[in-house]
């Protein structure tokens, strides 16, 4: 499991041009199952997205697919954790021991 932290390095006016695109980015892998949640920081400086990846090399090719990547719009800063405990609603997403 991953989370994945983005820090907007331009203007919000510049991200909002590529919003749409990165939606669409979102949307595709959330189809896929590799996005579990996402959402904005507050204040906006940026992102969350819970990734269930294969690994990290996996997610990083992901990450490269992000118009806010290929436009330079955002740092990106991934953490990769053993989920062992939750609520009920999202067991399935711990580890098998």
């Given at each position: ?63 490269q697919q992000?118009?806010?990547?290929i436009h ?26």
């Open positions: 499991m991953f989370i994945i932290s983005l820090t907007y390095k331009q203007s919000n006016a510049e991200v909002d041009k590529y919003i749409d695109s990165h939606r669409i980015f979102l949307t595709k892998f959330y189809a896929a199952g590799v996005f579990i949640m996402s959402g904005r920081k507050q204040p906006r400086t940026g992102g969350i997205i819970l990734a269930k990846a294969q690994n990290l090399a996996s997610l990083e090719q992901i990450i992000d118009p806010f990547y330079q719009l955002a740092d990106y800063e991934i953490t990769e954790f053993l989920p062992s405990k939750s609520i009920s609603e999202l067991s399935h997403l711990l580890l098998e021991r």
